[in-house]
């Protein structure tokens, strides 16, 4: 199965995982700085900076965009309960 | 006391159209207040246009639109702007609209979700405006000023250019009712003032700081808030009490590169106590952290709310009581709304005698609490043996690597995470 590591670039820690895993999964075992609300994909309270490595994750549903729209965040920035990583390198700023 | 007063005028053409709350002792369950408080309106008549700031609880509309119209009729409305959405002040904005159909309405992009949930009506039609946009009335211009988290995402501040004018919102307002509604002549509102800015604002430190960088630099003649007196009497010296509210108490010896930890802990029977001395000591053996212990049990939390705002980590070690964390440790982890701590980072420990559920619990909350917690706590069953301190001080020392950065750059498999992560056994 297709690997994939996720940096926390505060934390200092690299974790190697499953393609299909979803960075929230993986923060809250780090027990980086994500917090989540609804895990939904409707709330924000978990939107991320991606540092690097954006390339590597799944695509943005349409109410992705739409929920980072409406909290003006950039582009570099994901919702941590819906964005997948399917491999490669990822640095996440928590 | 005055009796309750028409629509009042602050400046040329500018009126107070707001209501007075004089019965309201709690304001949204967490503030108290001692004589009630105010939901200050304005309305700004230029040559070109009529501008509506803000509006009121809903409650309250009947006092609002009676104001009103003694100043405007709605049909000169050309203008509505909406500083903060919280229904404090948008409670009336669905019923002017529908009397005032051909306003625009001029909001922060933050306010534009609050805006929806607000009016539900699909074809709703706004401007989202920034710092350096303006709206002119003519002879009047309304000009913006971003103010995000003051103390919603969605805050704006509104100057009346011409006249030095700031329409600030919450900032610089207070739960106070007076109908004489001007600083100089209500009774003394400073405490009010005060605890405003302490359970409302100071969660919000560095935007407080952002924005008065944007506001200090106003030729201000009044500051009209969304709360409690109108501040027409030496407006700056608000401003300038912000800064020192914003500001450390005391001067913190810590020095740039030192980072400060905090280990807090309460103890029974002295065995929490000691994993607290062996945490303290694991951290001291690394350079650049200074480490600060203290004893929860015979102190209130206030002064540590002070101590943690300044602080780059913070450990708490408490014993399992009845299945739970002990409350002097709950009291000051429930205090800790009061201020900004994400990313802080976070531990728990403690002795136990049967279960030992309280070190899970407090991570949990410093995880709710938006606080890294990278490593997982200690707990003893009991007297904490040689090799379970050893393991505090590995804590300590751990925490303190992390805060100075010295940390081990480290790659790890999911499965060895969940392993690690499993409940203490």
């Given at each position: 199965?297709?690997k994939a590591n ?5 934390t200092?820690l690299?974790?190697?995982?499953p ?29 991320t ?5 954006q390339?590597?994750m799944?695509?943005?549903?349409v109410?992705?965009?739409k ?10 920035h994901r919702?941590a309960c ?6 490669g390198d990822i640095v996440?700023?928590? | ?5 028409d ?9 107070w159209?707001g209501?007075?709350?004089?019965a309201l ?16 309106s304005y ?5 070109e246009g009529?501008a509506?700031i ?5 409650s ?14 709605y049909d000169?409305?050309s203008?509505?702007?909406l500083n903060?959405?919280?229904p ?7 019923e002017l609209?529908?009397r005032a ?6 909001l922060s ?25 303006h ?13 995000p988290?003051l103390h919603?995402p ?5 100057l009346?250019?011409?006249?030095g ?8 307002g207070c739960?106070?009712?007076d109908a004489r509604l001007?600083n100089d002549k209500?009774?003394d509102?400073r405490f009010?003032f005060?605890y405003?800015?302490q359970?409302?604002?100071r969660?919000?430190?560095e935007h407080v700081l952002?924005?008065l ?13 969304a709360?409690g ?8 010296s ?12 005391l001067?913190n010896?810590v020095g740039a590169n030192t ?6 802990y309460?103890?029974s029977y002295?065995?929490?106590?000691l ?7 694991g951290?001291?053996s ?6 600060s212990?203290y004893?929860?049990q015979s102190?209130?939390d206030l ?5 943690i705002e300044?602080?780059?980590?913070i450990a708490?070690?408490?014993p399992?009581i009845n299945?739970?964390?002990v409350?002097?440790?709950w ?8 201020i900004?701590v ?23 909350r410093?995880?709710?609490?938006k606080?890294?917690v ?5 707990r003893?069953?009991l007297?904490p043996t040689?090799?379970?301190l050893?393991?505090?001080r ?10 100075t950065?010295?940390i081990?750059?480290r790659?790890?498999s999911m ?6 992560e499993?409940p203490?056994?």
């Amino acid at each position: 199965m297709p690997k994939a590591n996720v940096t926390f670039e505060k934390t200092g820690l690299t974790v190697n995982v499953p393609a299909g895993t979803r960075l929230i999964e993986i923060s809250e075992k780090v027990g980086a700085s994500i917090t989540y609300g609804c895990r939904e994909g409707e709330c924000g309270t978990c939107i991320t900076k991606i540092v690097s490595g954006q390339e590597h994750m799944s695509e943005r549903s349409v109410l992705e965009d739409k929920v980072l729209q409406e909290n003006m965040a950039g582009r570099d920035h994901r919702l941590a309960c819906q964005a997948q990583v399917l491999g490669g390198d990822i640095v996440v700023k928590a | 006391m005055t009796r309750a007063p028409d629509a009042v005028e602050i400046a040329p053409g500018t009126h107070w159209i707001g209501a007075l709350d004089p019965a309201l002792r709690e304001f949204d369950i967490i503030l108290k207040t001692a004589n009630g408080t105010t939901y200050n309106s304005y309305c700004v008549r230029g040559s070109e246009g009529v501008a509506i700031i803000d509006t009121v609880k809903a409650s309250h509309a009947g006092e609002f639109f009676n104001r009103l119209e003694q100043v405007a009729r709605y049909d000169e409305i050309s203008t509505i702007v909406l500083n903060h959405l919280e229904p404090d002040h948008s409670g009336a904005l669905p019923e002017l609209m529908r009397r005032a159909p051909q306003a625009k309405l001029y909001l922060s992009a933050k306010a534009q979700l609050m805006l929806k949930a607000r009016v539900k009506t699909a074809d709703l039609e706004y401007t989202v405006v920034q710092t350096g946009d303006h709206v002119s009335l003519g002879d009047r211009t309304l000009r913006f000023f971003s103010t995000p988290f003051l103390h919603w995402p969605d805050t704006q501040c509104t100057l009346i250019e011409e006249q030095g004018i700031l329409f600030s919102g919450d900032v610089f307002g207070c739960h106070f009712c007076d109908a004489r509604l001007f600083n100089d002549k209500v009774g003394d509102f400073r405490f009010s003032f005060e605890y405003y800015y302490q359970h409302i604002m100071r969660p919000f430190r560095e935007h407080v700081l952002d924005a008065l960088a944007l506001l200090e630099p106003l030729e201000l003649k009044l500051i009209a808030p969304a709360h409690g007196p109108i501040l027409r009497d030496a407006p700056q010296s608000y401003m300038q009490r912000y800064r020192q509210l914003a500001s450390p108490l005391l001067h913190n010896e810590v020095g740039a590169n030192t980072k400060s930890l905090l280990v807090f802990y309460i103890s029974s029977y002295g065995n929490t106590a000691l994993m607290a001395q062996a945490v303290a000591e694991g951290a001291e053996s690394e350079d650049g952290v200074r480490v600060s212990l203290y004893d929860l049990q015979s102190s209130g939390d206030l002064p540590f709310v002070d101590l943690i705002e300044e602080a780059d980590g913070i450990a708490f070690g408490s014993p399992t009581i009845n299945g739970d964390a002990v409350k002097p440790v709950w009291d000051l982890l429930s205090s800790l709304a009061l201020i900004k701590v994400r990313d802080k980072l976070g531990a728990a420990f403690g002795s136990y005698g049967w279960s030992g559920e309280a070190i899970n619990m407090i991570e949990d909350r410093l995880r709710g609490l938006k606080l890294r917690v990278p490593i997982k706590g200690v707990r003893a069953r009991l007297i904490p043996t040689e090799e379970e301190l050893d393991k505090c001080r590995d804590l300590g020392k751990q925490l303190a690597q992390h805060l100075t950065g010295n940390i081990e750059r480290r790659i790890i498999s999911m499965t060895e995470l969940l392993a690690q992560e499993q409940p203490h056994a």
